[in-house]
């Protein structure tokens, strides 16, 4: 495996790392207003990169099927929906600001669940930053390596409130900060796992990628939709979450044009 690939498989996990390092720099607990638009932000790039990056490839990589070319993405849209619904339903896990636990029930403490809750939406985009560099190493599918690069400066640059998100709710809750830390680096190291078990197994990948790509896409709206935007819109009605979505996407759009 080579360099490029390690350096952008790991890029999103250094935006997780550098975001969950807030509790060493910022004293106070977040506040509503920037939690909010933090989320929003986080929302927009995700679903940017699900249309931009991969769902739209998909289609491009499917043309030969004609007019039927929406097949591969529609199906492989819908497979993630499920899986993510069923992580949702087997996995224990605590939603931010929540007071009741989803899943079967456990032992798990408050703090482990929310970091469940973290793990279970980075497992898609560890996956999507896989899927996008092993299309690259096997030279199919269209895949360059500035469009893999995008991905996952995108994902890296959504994961920056997320590492925040996670670990500075922990230390208001009285976790030490060091710990605090931990859990948010810990949130992200998923990702890279799951990049690297796409990447490893690249030659069973290639010849589904189109479904695989929008499987990851799936995922990603799911999450945002089940979770992101319910947490977004919670307390006192602001349209800074609303903004900061259509700055995340533009954000994510610009970057996969650009780079792409």
């Known amino acids: 495996m080579n360099a490029e690939v390690w350096q952008g498989i790991l890029i999103p996990f250094v935006g997780t790392s550098l975001g ?4 060493f720099v910022m004293k106070r607990a977040m506040s509503g207003r920037l939690q909010r638009a933090l989320l929003g932000f986080a929302s927009g790039i995700m679903v940017a990169a699900s249309v931009w990056s991969l769902l739209i490839p998909s289609m491009e990589q499917s043309a030969s099927m004609g007019k039927w070319s929406f097949v591969p993405a529609a199906v492989g849209f819908w ?3 499920g899986f993510l619904l069923l992580l949702d339903r ?4 605590l939603h931010l600001n929540a007071e009741q636990s989803e ?3 456990t ?4 703090t482990a669940m929310m970091v469940m809750a973290v793990v279970l939406h980075n497992i898609p985009e560890g996956m999507a930053v896989g899927v996008i560099y092993a299309g690259w190493v096997s030279g199919e599918g269209g895949v360059s390596l500035a469009g893999a690069l995008a991905l996952s400066v995108g994902i890296a640059i959504q994961n920056f409130p997320e590492g925040a998100i996670i670990s500075m709710p922990l230390r208001a809750e009285g976790v030490p900060t060091g710990r605090a830390f931990a ?5 992200g190291a998923v990702e890279p796992a799951a990049a690297l078990l796409t990447v490893a197994a690249a030659r069973i990948v290639v010849p589904v990628l189109p479904y695989l790509m929008s499987f990851a896409a799936g995922a990603m709206v799911y999450v945002v939709i089940e979770e992101l935007i319910p947490e977004m819109s919670e307390g006192e009605h602001s349209n800074i979450g609303t903004v900061l979505f259509a700055l995340g996407f533009t954000v994510m759009m610009a970057l996969d044009v ?3």
């Open 20 to 23: 969950a390092a807030c509790v």
């Open 79 to 81: 497979i993630g929906i």
């Open 90 to 93: 087997v996995t224990p896990h």
């Open 103 to 105: 899943g079967p029930r």
């Open 107 to 110: 032992r798990l403490g408050k």
């Open 183 to 187: 859990y948010g680096v810990l949130s």
């Open 258 to 260: 650009a780079l792409g």
